[in-house]
């Protein structure tokens, strides 16, 4: 199994994976998806401005827009594998991340799964939801608030 590391920031995320294989492991067994500079291996649609990077973070501000990973690590198809976001939101912040997609241009991923990244936006799926197979109304985090998403797939 391997693992993933991902950052967002209105979310602000940091990223990491672990997945099965002899992929650039750290000594945690940690793979970092995002180089903490660019967003190179990394695709996005519509609205590209809603991404940057700052101070060594994935910040996330602006219209619906959807980020892609499509480097080289397991070429970006992943079974079998964990990854964990460190994220933070602002207040009325609303994200997610997926997975078991494929790039789209634009809308709403057609293919995947949503890890909900909410803790205070008006939809009522918080963070800990799968969206819409296993949502959770509870708030375990708080914005401007440092905590970690964790998604661990089998199959």
């Not at 590209?48 to 690590?73: C, I, M, W």
């Not at 708030?139 to 905590?147: I, R, S, T």
Request: with cysteine; hydrophobic share 35%.
């Amino acid at each position: 199994m391997q693992r993933l590391i991902l950052f967002f920031a209105i979310c602000i995320f940091a990223l990491s994976c672990k997945t099965p294989g002899k992929a650039q492991q750290g000594p945690d067994g940690w793979i970092s998806l995002f180089d903490s500079k660019t967003l190179n291996n990394w695709k996005v649609g519509d609205n590209a401005s809603t991404f940057s990077v700052e101070d060594g973070k994935l910040v996330v501000n602006g219209p619906r827009a959807h980020l892609f990973y499509q480097g080289d690590v397991q070429q970006h198809n992943f079974k079998n594998f964990e990854f964990k976001a460190d994220v933070m939101t602002t207040p009325g912040s609303n994200a997610g991340i997926y997975f078991h997609t494929v790039y789209q241009a634009d809308g709403w991923p057609g293919k995947g799964y949503e890890a909900q990244v909410n803790n205070s936006h008006t939809d009522w799926r918080r963070s800990g939801s799968l969206y819409s197979f296993s949502d959770v109304r509870e708030v375990y985090a708080k914005d401007n608030e440092w905590y970690t998403e964790y998604i661990k797939v089998e199959g």
